[in-house]
T-cell receptor, first 115, second 114 residues
Framework: DAGVIQSPRHEVTEMGQEVTLRCKPI?????LFWYRQTMMRGLELLIY????????DSGMPEDRFSAKMPNASFSTLKIQPSEPRDSAVYFCASIPTPGQRNEQYFGPGTRLTVT | AQSVTQLDSQVPVFEEAPVELRCNYSSSVSVYLFWYVQYPNQGLQLLLK??????LVKGINGFEAEFNKSQTSFHLRKPSVHISDTAEYFC????????????FGKGTKLTVNP
């Protein structure tokens, strides 16, 4: 298996623009997670899905952030409008069902820079 | 709610020296414990995990960790490090029987010098 795939790997955009990050989980994995990593705050869980349904979005910072999972093999994280403080590395991870006890498989991340 | 404290943000060591990366957690319920490693410009990958049973857990690349319930600790050790162990290490907890929400520590940057 190719592992968790994220695109793009790097994104540079200007403040105010819309940004869409993409993730393809490992085939057969029913849980998908979005994380944000910064020097100041470390690794934060933004949202996670089970069987394409959002289960916990309490980590989504504000209404500018939205995430969708239209099918089992694809998810997006959208920021609109983007701000410089959104600059971070965004990771996607997936686990199979049953989820408990299983390691999370992380993608390589998308490095977002908002100028 | 759970929380994880990694006491050292940076640990420099010389090649072939032993190393211990410290992790303490706080939780009102029983937890599963994990150590992940992140190499530069990569995602995280699992080093080892404690679910139950023996409190000494062995992982990949010669790492091991010991679960100490009374001290709520899960320290990571390696008897002899290599240059290739230079990376950031994250301790994480997951509540048993709860959600899938993994709570990570802030990470420890291990630098192995020749």
């Amino acid at each position: 298996d190719a592992g968790v795939i994220q695109s793009p790997r790097h994104e540079v955009t200007e403040m105010g623009q819309e940004v869409t990050l993409r993730c393809k989980p490992i085939s057969g994995h029913d849980y998908l997670f979005w994380y944000r990593q910064t020097m100041m705050r470390g690794l934060e869980l933004l949202i996670y899905f089970n069987n394409n349904v959002p289960i916990d979005d309490s980590g989504m910072p504000e209404d500018r952030f939205s995430a969708k999972m239209p099918n089992a093999s694809f998810s997006t994280l959208k920021i609109q409008p983007s701000e410089p403080r959104d600059s971070a590395v965004y990771f996607c991870a997936s686990i199979p069902t049953p989820g408990q006890r299983n390691e999370q498989y992380f993608g390589p991340g998308t490095r977002l820079t908002v100028t | 709610a759970q929380s994880v404290t990694q006491l050292d943000s940076q640990v420099p060591v010389f090649e072939e020296a032993p190393v211990e990366l410290r992790c303490n957690y706080s939780s009102s319920v029983s937890v599963y414990l994990f150590w992940y490693v992140q190499y530069p410009n990569q995602g995280l990958q699992l080093l080892l995990k404690y679910l139950s049973g023996s409190t000494l857990v062995k992982g990949i690349n010669g790492f091991e960790a010991e679960f100490n319930k009374s001290q709520t600790s899960f320290h990571l050790r390696k008897p002899s490090v290599h240059i290739s162990d230079t990376a950031e290490y994250f301790c994480a907890v997951l509540s048993q029987g709860g959600s899938e929400k993994l709570v990570f520590g802030k990470g420890t940057k291990l630098t192995v010098n020749p």
